[in-house]
């Protein structure tokens, strides 16, 4: 279990992740605290510049060594011991988020609640290497991960999964590629048609353009009730700076409060956040280094060490450890080549009869 400091943590990494996200796709209208001339409105306008363009990818990294984090680790009520590898793997991966419409702004596409117009993708590396990939392209999902070695990093043998698969191979004939790292590939249609069987006719949720809109009011309405901006006066290679700050617990509290309400009417989400405390948060003021290129926001760096206390202060030293969001106002995101079909209809048909075979033997 997290300890109450790492829970601290989390959410309110969560926090400033979820209010610089406002940057994919948010509505540019300023409030009357925040005008265009003050620091305030200069961050407000650049986390919302993206939403004239159509694509934008993400980079989520930690600026730290794997030293520090194998000491992090190891820290605290609930101690970690990591590998070298391990160590190694979260100081130079990333986690890559990017999105792409085809022929819309982001601010025109949120009256648009077809999926299919856009495309996006999803990747975890651990420096040169991809682990996890997903991308959405032209109505067809794409997937592949690096089996052996997230096993090796997990400390699993792969020769025993390599021996589960092979019992499976019969049913399961696309396991012998995913297990060899290569890209599987099923359609959107095909999918769609699997979840309204299984959901009893409702199939694949699609976007909802007005919940979005009230979605991204709420916490631009987070962003200026409970942040304040001001400039630094130190110049970066990142870009012009502003240090954005507030109390951790109080922008937890109305942050959760908007997901809460925001996302009651969806199936599941008030179960995301039924334990969510933010009294568990601790109450200090939070700062938040952010960075603007020609208008928009290019990096947002969150030192967690400033919430660190105890034996986790201790490990770090003093020393910053941050967690850095980078923004590009561009999107690579193509089909991949020779990805192994999964033909949904009939695997599910597959596994039917096997289970209605079974039964019958029972």
């Given at each position: 279990?997290?300890?109450?400091?790492?829970?601290?943590?989390?959410?309110?990494?969560?926090?400033?992740?979820?209010?610089?996200?406002?940057?994919?796709?948010?509505?540019?209208?300023?409030?009357?605290?925040?005008?265009?001339?003050?620091?305030?409105?200069?961050?407000?306008?650049?986390?919302?510049?993206?939403?004239?363009?159509?694509?934008?990818?993400?980079?989520?990294?930690?600026?730290?060594?794997?030293?520090?984090?194998?000491?992090?680790?190891?820290?605290?009520?609930?101690?970690?011991?990591?590998?070298?590898?391990?160590?190694?793997?979260?100081?130079?991966?990333?986690?890559?988020?990017?999105?792409?419409?085809?022929?819309?702004?982001?601010?025109?596409?949120?009256?648009?609640?077809?999926?299919?117009?856009?495309?996006?993708?999803?990747?975890?590396?651990?420096?040169?290497?991809?682990?996890?990939?997903?991308?959405?392209?032209?109505?067809?999902?794409?997937?592949?991960?690096?089996?052996?070695?997230?096993?090796?990093?997990?400390?699993?043998?792969?020769?025993?999964?390599?021996?589960?698969?092979?019992?499976l191979s019969s049913q399961l004939p696309f396991l012998k590629a995913a297990l060899a790292g290569n890209w599987l590939k099923t359609s959107y249609n095909d999918l769609n048609?699997?979840?309204?069987?299984?959901?009893?006719?409702?199939?694949?949720?699609?976007?909802?353009?007005?919940?979005?809109?009230?979605?991204?009011?709420?916490?631009?309405?987070?962003?200026?009730?409970?942040?304040?901006?001001?400039?630094?006066?130190?110049?970066?290679?990142?870009?012009?700076?502003?240090?954005?700050?507030?109390?951790?617990?109080?922008?937890?509290?109305?942050?959760?409060?908007?997901?809460?309400?925001?996302?009651?009417?969806?199936?599941?989400?008030?179960?995301?956040?039924?334990?969510?405390?933010?009294?568990?948060?601790?109450?200090?003021?939070?700062?938040?280094?952010?960075?603007?290129?020609?208008?928009?926001?290019?990096?947002?760096?969150?030192?967690?060490?400033?919430?660190?206390?105890?034996?986790?202060?201790?490990?770090?030293?003093?020393?910053?450890?941050?967690?850095?969001?980078?923004?590009?106002?561009?999107?690579?995101?193509?089909?991949?080549?020779?990805?192994?079909?999964?033909?949904?209809?009939?695997?599910?048909?597959?596994?039917?009869?096997?289970?209605?075979?079974?039964?019958?033997?029972?």
């Open positions: 279990m997290l300890t109450k400091t790492r829970r601290g943590l989390a959410a309110t990494a969560i926090a400033a992740a979820a209010l610089t996200g406002v940057a994919a796709c948010g509505s540019s209208s300023s409030s009357s605290n925040s005008g265009s001339d003050t620091p305030q409105g200069t961050v407000r306008n650049a986390l919302t510049s993206y939403q004239d363009g159509n694509a934008l990818t993400v980079t989520v990294k930690l600026d730290a060594s794997a030293d520090d984090i194998k000491r992090l680790a190891a820290s605290g009520d609930d101690p970690t011991n990591l590998t070298d590898a391990q160590a190694k793997a979260y100081a130079n991966g990333t986690i890559v988020f990017a999105v792409k419409t085809k022929d819309k702004s982001f601010k025109d596409a949120q009256n648009d609640p077809d999926l299919t117009h856009s495309s996006f993708a999803f990747a975890v590396s651990t420096g040169n290497d991809k682990i996890v990939e997903f991308r959405f392209v032209d109505s067809t999902f794409f997937a592949r991960a690096d089996v052996k070695t997230i096993a090796q990093l997990g400390g699993n043998d792969v020769g025993d999964i390599q021996s589960e698969a092979d019992q048609s699997i979840a309204k069987i299984a959901g009893g006719g409702g199939g694949l949720p699609s976007a909802n353009p007005a919940q979005s809109q009230a979605f991204i009011k709420a916490l631009l309405n987070v962003f200026d009730k409970d942040v304040t901006a001001t400039k630094a006066d130190d110049n970066s290679d990142l870009g012009d700076h502003y240090v954005v700050s507030g109390s951790s617990r109080t922008i937890a509290t109305d942050l959760v409060a908007a997901l809460k309400q925001e996302f009651a009417g969806l199936p599941g989400a008030s179960d995301a956040f039924k334990d969510a405390d933010p009294t568990q948060v601790p109450d200090k003021t939070v700062k938040v280094d952010t960075y603007i290129k020609s208008g928009k926001v290019h990096a947002v760096k969150l030192d967690v060490a400033q919430f660190a206390t105890g034996k986790d202060a201790a490990a770090l030293g003093g020393k910053p450890f941050y967690v850095e969001f980078d923004f590009d106002s561009s999107a690579d995101i193509s089909a991949p080549s020779g990805a192994t079909d999964i033909d949904l209809p009939s695997l599910v048909g597959k596994l039917g009869a096997g289970l209605g075979t079974s039964n019958q033997a029972s």
